[in-house]
T-cell receptor
Framework: DTGVSQNPRHKITKRGQNVTFRCDPI?????LYWYRQTLGQGPEFLTY????????KSRLLSDRFSAERPKGSFSTLEIQRTEQGDSAMYLC????????????FGEGSRLTVL | DAKTTQPTSMDCAEGRAANLPCNHS???????VYWYRQIHSQGPQYIIH???NNETNEMASLIITEDRKSSTLILPHATLRDTAVYYC?????????????????FGQGTILTVHP
């Protein structure tokens, strides 16, 4: 499968624990995006990278959230000191920088904070 | 990015055309209309996009009014597998630097239910 891959697909954690999600984009895509989606809502933009540079961050990305893309390939999204409000689906997408807007999404990583 | 307005939900009979409307009355001249859909428990999937001309691909057709203030996504022969949330998004395609603009901003979309 050459699509966007996200791991783990499901994560259950206790409040206060740290969690990390990984995203492997489509290999030739230089842009990578993170979104968060809660039940009944559309995806909300968190951040995006072009190669290894983080170009934009949403105000939703509090200081407990950090995203990296160290070599311009895969990316990680870490949430420190998780809160129940962090429970959501975390979606990753990738695209080419010279495309006109077609983002390819992964299946998402569902986080449940108890 | 211009705001879009979509009906909360719609129904369609299998085999019939599904016509999903979207209002974007504040759209700017350099903003494109994009449609994505999200089937339950999956990530969003790109369907189609356009600037001012009508567009068609293997999945759907996009009809944009002449004043560009509204558009309609048409699924010509809806199947049960087309049941999903459909998002209409308006966005600048290119930034001043000549590369594509980054993020897409999703609303709540239209829940389309295709029934037998």
């Amino acid at each position: 499968d050459t699509g966007v891959s996200q791991n783990p697909r499901h994560k259950i954690t206790k409040r206060g624990q740290n969690v990390t999600f990984r995203c492997d984009p489509i290999s030739e895509h230089n842009r990578l995006y993170w979104y968060r989606q809660t039940l009944g809502q559309g995806p909300e933009f968190l951040t995006y990278f072009q190669n290894e540079a983080q170009l934009e961050k949403s105000r939703l990305l509090s200081d407990r959230f950090s995203a990296e893309r160290p070599k311009g390939s895969f990316s990680t999204l870490e949430i420190q000191r998780t809160e129940q409000g962090d429970s959501a689906m975390y979606l990753c997408a990738s695209s080419l920088a010279d495309s006109t807007g077609e983002l390819f999404f992964g299946e998402g990583s569902r986080l449940t904070v108890l | 990015d211009a705001k879009t307005t979509q009906p909360t939900s719609m129904d369609c009979a299998e085999g019939r055309a599904a016509n999903l409307p979207c209002n974007h009355s504040t759209i700017s001249g350099n903003e494109y209309v994009y449609w994505y859909r999200q089937i339950h428990s999956q990530g969003p999937q790109y369907i189609i996009h356009g600037l001012k001309n009508n567009e068609t691909n293997e999945m759907a057709s996009l009809i944009i009014t002449e004043d560009r203030k509204s558009s309609t996504l048409i699924l010509p022969h809806a199947t049960l597998r087309d049941t999903a949330v459909y998002y209409c998004i308006v966005r600048v395609a290119w930034n001043a630097g000549g590369t594509s603009y980054g993020k897409l901003t999703f609303g709540q979309g239209t829940i389309l239910t295709v029934h037998p």
